[in-house]
């Protein structure tokens, strides 16, 4: 497969994913581009929950979503107990936190000089990513 073609089936799994936690009403949702600075992906995708209940029903959706589409996740850590979990996707990792966890944390920060996409929290679906991204 050449690079142009893996960087579109990355993005259309990205948007897959973002859309399954919007389904769950996720909230304060970023994607950050860290392609060019890691090793390890291609893009993080970072969402909050308001309790552990919520953030593990945006887990489930994830999964489910992805799983009607063929795609399996390479690990998943946390989804008991509720306040982060990680989901690795191989080309993108999803963090799905408890508000306070998440607060506490700040791994954005950590990336702030990488491209990002603010999903506002009224948001429904979104279509494509954007330039740049």
């Known amino acids: 497969m050449d690079k142009r073609k893996a960087d579109a089936d990355t993005k259309k799994r990205v948007v897959l994913c973002v859309n399954a936690a919007l389904e769950k ?51 998943v850590e946390g989804e008991n107990i509720g306040k982060w979990v990680l989901m690795d996707y191989g080309d993108f990792i999803v963090h799905i936190f408890y508000d306070p966890t998440r607060q506490f944390y700040e791994i954005e920060r950590l990336w702030s000089e990488v491209p990002q996409m603010a999903i506002a929290d009224d948001t429904i679906k979104i279509k494509a990513l954007k330039r740049g991204m």
């Open 25 to 75: 009403k996720a909230t304060n949702l970023i994607i950050l581009k860290v392609k060019e600075v890691s090793s390890v992906t291609d893009y993080f995708i970072i969402c909050s929950g308001s309790s552990d209940r919520q953030v593990q029903a945006v887990a489930a959706s994830i999964q489910e979503t992805l799983k009607k589409a063929g795609i399996a996740p390479l690990g």
